[in-house]
């Protein structure tokens, strides 16, 4: 069965937002690597429309490698969508899910193939709400930003993780890698 993995990324203070981080060389290479190893990618509209952001390197690659060979990743990775705002999708891997969630994850789970990620924050909060995510990568910037949306504001429940493992990058960032604790 394929896992759900939520890769997501924020500030030391819990601060959810893809401007406040600082990626690197080597960030990118770790995140390309996952899009290449996953076999499709869940967002939200807001988190969809920001990412389209990469589009711009193919039509005009960067002097950074690392931030090319991650638009490539990203363009090729099969993408779902679940807006109900968004009415057509400019990338051609982009589909609007006809779905809800619940039903689309788990249908995707019985499949076989690569795994699945999450990333967008309030998929993730839904998706951890229906204690369907198998993987927590959680990707710390070492920036206090001071305000913002964290990244499980609001979360209905209590949820026990256990530490698997971690990933520590020269800059300064680390990933933690958890999955929820058996009850």
């Known amino acids: 069965m394929r896992k759900v993995i939520a ?6 203070d819990g601060v959810f937002d893809h401007t406040a981080g600082i990626p690197d060389t080597e960030i990118h290479h770790h995140y390309t690597e996952l899009l290449n190893q996953s076999g499709v990618i869940l967002y939200g509209s807001t988190t969809y429309q920001l990412m389209e952001f990469w589009k711009t390197f193919l039509e005009k690659p960067s002097a950074e490698k690392a931030m090319n060979e991650f638009a490539a990743a990203i363009d090729k990775i099969p993408k779902i969508v679940f807006s109900n705002s968004l009415k057509n999708l400019d990338w051609n891997t ?5 779905i809800d969630l ?4 788990l249908a ?3 499949n076989t193939g690569k795994d699945i990620l ?3 924050r309030s998929l993730i909060m839904q998706l951890t ?4 995510i198998d993987e927590y990568q959680i990707c710390v910037y070492p920036v206090i930003q001071g305000n913002g949306s964290t990244l499980f504001e609001n979360l209905n429940q209590s949820v026990i993780l256990k530490l ?3 990933k520590i990058f ?5 990933i933690l890698y958890y999955q929820p604790a058996v009850e």
Do not use: C, P, Q, R
């Open 94 to 98: 982009a589909t609007l899910a006809n």
């Open 102 to 105: 619940k039903e689309t994850v």
């Open 118 to 120: 999450i990333g967008s």
């Open 108 to 110: 995707l789970k019985k």
């Open 170 to 174: 020269t800059g300064g960032s680390i």
């Open 7 to 12: 890769a997501i990324n924020m500030t030391l």
């Open 129 to 132: 709400e229906l204690n369907l």
């Open 164 to 166: 698997i493992k971690t």
